[in-house]
C-alpha cells in the first residue's frame, strides 16, 4: 500500500472502488442530452426504485454534502406556521435542531440521550399535546454512534397522526434494506458518499410527489429550494438548476452499477453486517468493549471505548493505524471516550482481518512503550 493509499474506515467519505475513481476521467456539459437524458434522469430513477416499490415518489439530486439536504428539506418543505418534531439521539439530530433554530423554524427537541433509543410511547404523548407540529423528523441510523433508531415505529405515528415524515437516512440508504412508502416516509435524505459507495459532491432527496409539489415557494432559501431543484429536473429532463457536480455524478452512476452487480442493497446489507460482526469479535477478543449493546447496533459503524491504559492517547493510535494503511474515525459521544470504526464502502472480510491484526500490533506498541 503506497503511503497515500489508505482503506477509510469512516462513515464517508469511504473508500471507493477504482472503476468508481475512474468513472470521472470525463468531462461533460451539464446542458448536453447524453449527460442529462443518459447519465442524471437515469441515476434518479434507479434510486427512487431502490428506495420503494410503491409509485409517487421522485428523487431530487443537490449539489453539496448530506448537511445540504437535510437543510434544503427542512427549510423547503415547512411553512412560516408549521411546526417539527426532532428526534435526537447524536450529533445529527442536534444538527438538525440548530438547521430549525437558524431558519426561524418552529420546533421541539425530543432528546432521548446519545445511548439511548427513542421511545414510540413519548412521542405519541409529544404528538397529542402539542397539535401544532406538523413534521417528524428523525435519523435513522445516528452515525455518531452507530445505534439504529426504529424508522417503523416513527412512521406508524407519523401516519396516524398525520404527520409529514422526513427521514435523515444519510449513512443507511443503499446499506440497510427498507421501503419508504412502507415506512411512510415522505422525504428521505441520503448522498453520494455513504453506502451507494460513490464520492462526495452531491446529495439527495426521494420525496413523495403530492408532498413536494405543495412545497412550492415554502423554501427559505434559493440555492436549497428543493422544489425548483425538482422542477427544474423535471422540466429540462435530468437539468440541474446551477452548476452540476459532473464528475461526482458519473462516479455515482457507476457506483449503482456496481451495486447491482453486487447484488443489490440486500447483498451489500449482508457483506456490511458480516464486517461488523467479524470486527467486532475480533475486537473484544483484543479487549475492547462496544459502546452499544449489540441488538441496538447497525452494520454501518461502530463505537468501542477507547483503552483505559493512562498513556493511550487517539493521535498516536491513529497514526499508528495510518502507518499500516487504515484510517478510523475519532469519537463523538460527548458522554463517552470513544473511537469509532465504519465497515462500508469497499471493505471486505480480508480487510476487517487485517485491520485487526494492525490494531493488535498498535495495542502492543502501547503497552512496549508504556515499559
Ligand atoms: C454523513 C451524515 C450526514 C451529512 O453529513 P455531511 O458531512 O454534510 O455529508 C447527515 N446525517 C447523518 C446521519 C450522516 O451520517
Avoid at 301 to 322: G, N
Wanted: hydrophobic share 40%; net charge negative.
Amino acid at each position: 500500500m503506497s503511503a497515500n493509499h489508505y482503506l477509510l474506515l469512516t462513515p464517508g467519505p469511504l473508500t471507493t472502488s477504482k472503476t468508481v475513481k475512474e468513472a470521472m476521467l470525463l468531462d461533460s456539459c451539464t446542458w448536453d442530452d447524453d449527460y442529462n437524458l443518459g447519465v442524471v434522469q437515469s441515476i434518479r430513477q434507479q434510486l427512487t426504485s431502490l428506495a420503494t416499490t410503491t409509485s409517487g415518489y421522485t428523487t431530487v439530486l443537490l449539489q453539496g454534502s448530506g448537511s445540504f439536504a437535510v437543510e434544503a428539506v427542512l427549510g423547503s418543505t415547512m411553512r412560516q406556521h408549521d411546526k417539527v418534531l426532532i428526534i435526537s439521539n447524536g450529533a445529527y439530530g442536534v444538527r438538525m435542531a440548530e438547521m430549525a433554530q437558524r431558519m426561524d423554524i418552529a420546533h421541539h427537541v425530543y432528546d432521548c440521550g446519545e445511548t439511548s433509543l427513542p421511545d414510540a410511547a413519548v412521542i405519541e404523548q409529544l404528538l397529542q399535546d402539542d397539535e401544532q407540529i406538523t413534521h417528524i423528523a428523525m435519523v435513522h441510523c445516528e452515525t455518531t454512534t452507530g445505534i439504529l433508531n426504529p424508522v417503523e415505529a416513527v412512521g406508524r405515528l407519523a401516519k396516524q397522526y398525520r404527520k409529514r415524515y422526513i427521514l435523515d437516512a444519510m449513512s443507511s440508504f443503499g446499506g440497510i434494506p427498507m421501503d419508504i412508502a412502507e415506512l411512510n416516509v415522505d422525504f428521505m435524505i441520503s448522498s453520494a458518499n455513504k453506502c451507494i459507495q460513490g464520492v462526495p459532491g452531491f446529495a439527495f432527496v426521494i420525496a413523495r410527489v403530492d408532498q413536494l409539489l405543495v412545497c412550492k415557494k415554502y423554501s427559505r432559501s434559493l440555492s436549497l429550494d428543493l422544489y425548483e431543484q425538482w422542477e427544474c429536473m423535471e422540466k429540462y429532463h435530468g437539468k440541474w438548476r446551477f452548476t452540476s457536480p459532473t464528475h461526482t455524478v458519473l462516479a455515482f452512476a457507476q457506483a449503482l452499477k456496481e451495486l447491482e452487480q453486487e447484488g443489490g442493497i440486500t447483498a451489500r446489507y449482508q457483506r456490511y453486517s458480516q464486517n461488523q460482526r467479524q470486527l467486532v469479535t475480533g475486537m473484544r477478543q483484543l479487549g475492547f468493549e462496544t459502546l452499544l449493546k449489540d441488538d441496538w447496533q447497525s452494520p454501518i459503524i461502530t463505537a468501542f471505548y477507547s483503552p483505559k491504559a493512562a498513556d493511550y492517547h487517539f493521535k498516536q493510535f491513529y497514526e499508528r493505524l495510518k502507518a499500516q494503511g487504515f484510517v478510523i474515525y475519532p469519537g463523538k459521544v460527548s458522554q463517552s471516550d470513544c473511537f469509532r470504526i465504519g465497515n462500508i464502502g469497499e471493505v471486505y472480510q480480508q480487510d476487517i482481518a487485517a485491520l485487526l491484526v494492525a490494531i493488535k500490533q498498535a495495542i502492543y506498541w502501547e503497552n512496549k512503550e508504556s515499559v
